[in-house]
């Protein structure tokens, strides 16, 4: 059974970066796409990124408008984590964010996906 773990979360000032961070342990990254989802209070799940199983050899990534160019995804098979580079955030990136695995689904739906961490806070604040 895979197990998601995030960490990285924390308190940045507006325009500042953090890196999330998504382990994965007793399966391989390598058999899952993987997507990175945020709920703020009184919102909806929305999907942010997603990165499909064989993006080391020309797989697809994509995101959600309101984070293109500012967030980049990546996978380092070696530690079995993929990543969520977040720079410029802006205070509306303050959520709870999560990273899903699915073995056949990918994109931005949250319901397309079976396996989920707990999730690490973002906050955004001067």
């Known amino acids: 059974q895979l197990q998601l773990a995030e960490s990285g979360g924390g308190l940045v000032q507006p325009g500042g970066s953090l890196r999330l961070s998504c382990t994965a342990s007793?399966?391989?990254?390598?058999?899952?796409?993987i997507g990175w989802f945020r709920q703020a209070p009184g919102k909806e799940r929305e999907g942010v990124s997603y990165?499909?199983?064989?993006?080391?050899?020309?797989?697809?990534?994509d995101y959600a408008a309101s984070v293109k160019g500012r967030f980049t995804v990546s996978r380092d098979v070696a530690n079995n984590t993929v990543y969520l580079q977040m720079n410029n955030l802006k205070p509306e990136d303050t959520a709870f964010y999560y990273c899903a695995a699915d073995t056949f689904n990918s994109g931005l739906n949250s319901r397309d996906y079976y396996y989920w961490g707990h999730g690490t806070q973002v906050t955004v604040s001067s």
């Open positions: 990165s499909s199983e064989n993006i080391s050899s020309g797989g697809t990534t």
């Open positions: 007793q399966r391989s990254i390598i058999y899952y796409n």
